[in-house]
């Protein structure tokens, strides 16, 4: 299916082609050529801006030479700079930006094979042994820490780099509060808080009495001989226990919060603490000097270094978006982590609960209505926040061939306007990008999220190492914000009606709304996720509008005893398609796929489950599910078995629930390495109302699962009922990504 888009012509002014360049070592003489290169970014974008308003519309090309390029401020590219021309009338796909015609209008990308990089690191120098300890820092890090004055300009910050990237801010071993409290009281053990001089300075993280999320809040005030604090900023929840089974997963030594940023739990090289009110910064340094002094120490100058914003209309319909803006082979580094400092600050829509701010400065790099941009073979690294945000207004952008990695939250965000009538964030397209070791202080943050974003194409990515999910596709937003004007506040509170509002009778009235639809993620390969908070899925669907696929992915070795299901459709989730995806040596102690809904799940491969879920390898939950379709999946029991599919009710629910035999399931295969009996109960009771028909136990002869080869053997069962075989090498980032992406698009039109 195409879908046509109805775009202006305007055709530029011809003039000579425009390349300028800058170096670190540029020099007041500098008039932007390779010999006279200008010496920072802003010097040159507003060179290429001069040249615009003297009539140049040629593409632009601004090189960056080797070395650190450092922004003590964001760098905002408008209108003006983007391109004043935009595509003829284009028939764009079904999912993704559809074919890329004309070149970039201003490019920013690496010279040659040089490897610039973009930084908001200010360097701190003038460092000092620390000749006379305060008393409460503790007896091994003396001799070892040294200090220096905070740089100039710079009034506060909450990450700090060395060469080797982020380092950790001074954090103790945590502790649970000793009573509940509401989401700005604590109530502490004794000696766990001070009330310290710079008490403005502390922070606490906190699991906010959820399985799904954690904040990072500031001080008010310490009642030391109360036991009692309270936090300037309110967490998403009451600060106090968790539930048991949090307990249980986390271990003996569990806590829920921890202090951060005082000189007591400065005790490890590496760790560091800022004290705004002596402008002192102390440091036990991990990779010092020859004499043992810190050395390339860099502070943040802001939590967003570059920002392409067309001109937004919050409350009105229609933006008007920046064209044509390309970056490639940069590396983005050395932002800080917005940090919640008052209740006004985090104002706005929650996305999904707190897992992220609507329309914040939380990345390296963001696009704030834009069109037709382009960022490949990048990095954005070692960062205090997220590595892009696609925000608003986003169409026909592509990420591409980058790497986002040692994040503090999250990879990827497309995050479109709230629920309603307002649907400009989709037709983008993130391929082929490694994305690792996200989620690094914001546990619940996730490598993609498309949150009221659809039509886009996500596809040859590898996810690895995430604190929470991996990835989210979703809608839901906090319902204690304050809600942006324009953007549908009535369904919202529509939404609040009625079993929860995940009945799909209901869903089908506001799924218009939804604008986190149609969404194609294919071919994408997820490990590991799921290493820190806990009910977190390698890919989570949530909220959101029709027509999301989830399709030939590779989930692995997302071995975590918190992770509930490897793929998830969650509250008011329908209409969604799980179809050929590959899981294997997984962990989830719930369910290998669940949903919540009336969703469709075929020819998927449940292998080497390393633990008997307790819902079942399928499980439906909490809602209706008639006529989903649950056919042609292979189901591989573990030793211990467990139920093949489950009707998994809310507790306390007695009715309203989802029941199997309401589904359209058929010609799939079961089978037990030991126990030939495992799946008759099932198979009977299905049976008895005309389902599971075909389906049979077999073993499904593998050629080679450990090897990654899900081929059949001559004879298997599976060809037998029409299993398509699954191809795990395809899966995945690919080196030859032009023919994958032709033979791929044409199926995804099919």
Same mark, same amino acid.
């Given at each position: 299916?195409?879908?046509?888009?109805?775009?202006?012509?305007?055709?530029?002014?011809?003039?000579?082609?425009?390349? /300028?360049?800058?170096?670190?070592?540029?020099?007041?003489?500098?008039?932007?050529?390779?010999?006279?290169p200008y010496g920072s970014l802003s010097d040159a974008v507003q060179a290429v801006r001069a040249l615009r308003g003297a009539g140049n519309t040629e593409p632009a090309v601004i090189y960056l030479r080797e070395g650190r390029h450092q922004l003590d401020e964001t760098l905002v590219l408008g209108l003006a700079d983007g391109s004043?021309?935009?595509?003829?009338?284009?028939?764009?796909?079904?999912?993704?930006?559809?074919?890329?015609?004309?070149?970039?209008?201003?490019?920013?990308?690496?010279?040659?094979?040089?490897?610039?990089v973009v930084s908001a690191g200010v360097p701190v120098s003038g460092w000092k042994r620390l000749g006379s300890p305060p008393a409460d820092l503790p007896a091994k890090a003396v001799g070892h820490v040294w200090v220096a004055d905070m740089p100039a300009g710079l009034e506060r910050f909450y990450?700090?780099?060395?060469?080797?990237?982020?380092?950790?801010?001074?954090?103790?071993?945590?502790?649970?509060?000793?009573?509940?409290?509401?989401?700005?009281?604590?109530?502490?053990?004794?000696?766990?808080?001070?009330?310290?001089?710079?008490?403005?300075?502390?922070?606490?993280?906190?699991?906010?009495?959820?399985?799904?999320?954690?904040?990072?809040?500031? /001080?008010?005030?310490?009642?030391?001989?109360?036991? %009692?604090?309270?936090?300037?900023?309110?967490?998403?929840?009451? %600060?106090?226990?968790?539930?048991?089974?949090?307990?249980?997963?986390?271990?003996?030594?569990?806590?829920?919060?921890?202090?951060?940023?005082?000189?007591?739990?400065?005790?490890?090289?590496?760790?560091?603490?800022?004290?705004?009110?002596?402008?002192?910064?102390? /440091?036990?340094?991990?990779?010092?000097?020859?004499d043992g002094a810190p050395q390339g120490i860099l502070a943040p100058a802001t939590s967003e270094l570059i920002r392409v914003e067309g001109k937004i209309d919050l409350e009105g319909a229609a933006d008007t978006p920046v064209h044509g803006i390309a970056f490639s082979g940069l590396t983005f580094t050395h932002a800080d982590r917005w940090a919640w400092t008052s209740n006004e600050d985090v104002s706005g829509w929650g996305l999904q609960h707190s897992w992220d701010m609507f329309d914040k400065p939380t990345a390296l790099l963001r696009f704030r209505g834009a069109e037709d941009c382009e960022v490949s073979e990048c990095r954005f690294v070692n960062s205090g926040g997220s590595g892009i945000r696609l925000d608003l207004h986003a169409q026909r952008?592509?990420?591409?061939?980058?790497?986002?990695?040692?994040?503090?939250?999250?990879?990827?965000?497309?995050?479109?306007?709230?629920?309603?009538?307002?649907?400009?964030?989709?037709?983008?397209? %993130?391929?082929?990008?490694?994305?690792?070791h996200f989620s690094e202080i914001t546990w619940q943050s996730p490598g993609f999220w498309a949150w009221q974003s659809g039509h886009n194409r996500i596809a040859h990515n590898e996810f690895a190492y995430s604190?929470?999910?991996?990835?989210?596709?979703?809608?839901?937003?906090?319902?204690?914000?304050?809600?942006?004007?324009?953007?549908?506040?009535?369904?919202?509170?529509?939404?609040?009606?009625?079993?929860?509002?995940?009945?799909?009778?209901?869903?089908?009235?506001?799924?218009?709304?939804?604008?986190?639809?149609?969404? /194609?993620?294919?071919?994408?390969?997820?490990?590991?996720?799921?290493?820190?908070?806990?009910?977190?899925?390698?890919?989570?669907?949530?909220?959101?509008?029709?027509?999301?696929?989830?399709?030939?992915?590779y989930l692995h070795d997302n071995q975590s005893h918190s992770l509930p299901a490897a793929i998830r459709c969650d509250d008011d989730q329908h209409e969604t398609l799980i179809y050929g995806n590959v899981l294997y040596r997984n962990g989830g102690h719930a369910a290998a796929i669940a949903s919540k809904g009336v969703n469709d799940i075929i020819n998927n491969f449940i292998v080497d489950q390393q633990n008997s879920p307790r819902n079942g390898y399928i499980s439906f939950e909490w809602v209706p599910v008639t006529g989903s379709k649950v056919q042609r999946n292979i189901i591989i029991s573990h030793p211990d078995g467990g139920l093949p599919q489950s009707e998994r009710l809310r507790g306390g629910q007695t009715t309203g629930g989802p029941k199997l035999e309401s589904t359209e399931m058929d010609s799939n295969l079961y089978y037990h390495p030991t126990n030939p009996s495992w799946v008759d109960n099932h198979l009977a009771k299905m049976r008895a109302v005309d389902n599971e028909q075909a389906s049979r136990f077999g073993d499904p002869q593998f050629v080679d699962p450990a090897g990654g080869d899900f081929s059949f053997q001559p004879g298997s069962p599976a060809l037998a009922l029409g299993i398509e075989p699954l191809n795990v090498s395809k899966m995945g980032r690919v080196s030859d990504r032009a023919s994958a992406t032709t033979n791929e698009r044409k199926n995804s039109s099919d």
């Open positions: 299916m195409w879908l046509p888009i109805l775009l202006v012509v305007v055709v530029p002014k011809t003039s000579l082609a425009l390349d /300028l360049y800058v170096s670190v070592d540029g020099g007041a003489d500098a008039d932007g050529s390779l010999a006279k004043p021309t935009t595509a003829a009338d284009v028939m764009l796909p079904q999912y993704g930006a559809g074919d890329k015609t004309d070149p970039a209008f201003l490019t920013f990308a690496a010279y040659q094979d040089e490897r610039p990450t700090l780099y060395d060469s080797q990237g982020r380092l950790n801010r001074a954090r103790g071993d945590g502790f649970l509060p000793t009573e509940n409290g509401n989401n700005r009281t604590l109530h502490f053990p004794e000696g766990a808080l001070k009330n310290w001089d710079n008490l403005e300075d502390v922070e606490i993280q906190v699991r906010p009495g959820v399985a799904y999320e954690i904040n990072m809040l500031p /001080l008010e005030s310490v009642d030391e001989a109360t036991g %009692i604090a309270q936090t300037r900023v309110a967490a998403a929840g009451r %600060i106090g226990s968790l539930p048991p089974y949090l307990l249980g997963l986390m271990g003996d030594e569990a806590a829920s919060v921890w202090v951060e940023n005082v000189l007591e739990e400065l005790d490890e090289p590496g760790e560091w603490v800022v004290n705004t009110k002596t402008r002192k910064i102390y /440091l036990w340094p991990a990779n010092p000097a020859a952008n592509r990420i591409t061939d980058s790497e986002f990695a040692h994040l503090g939250e999250a990879g990827i965000l497309l995050v479109g306007y709230g629920v309603g009538a307002k649907d400009v964030n989709h037709h983008n397209e %993130i391929i082929n990008n490694y994305l690792h604190g929470y999910c991996a990835v989210v596709i979703s809608t839901r937003s906090a319902g204690n914000k304050t809600r942006p004007q324009g953007t549908g506040q009535e369904i919202g509170e529509r939404r609040r009606g009625g079993n929860r509002g995940r009945d799909y009778e209901g869903w089908k009235l506001r799924e218009k709304q939804l604008h986190s639809r149609h969404n /194609l993620f294919e071919y994408n390969e997820i490990t590991h996720s799921v290493q820190l908070l806990s009910d977190g899925n390698g890919v989570y669907v949530s909220g959101t509008g029709t027509g999301n696929i989830i399709r030939y992915n």
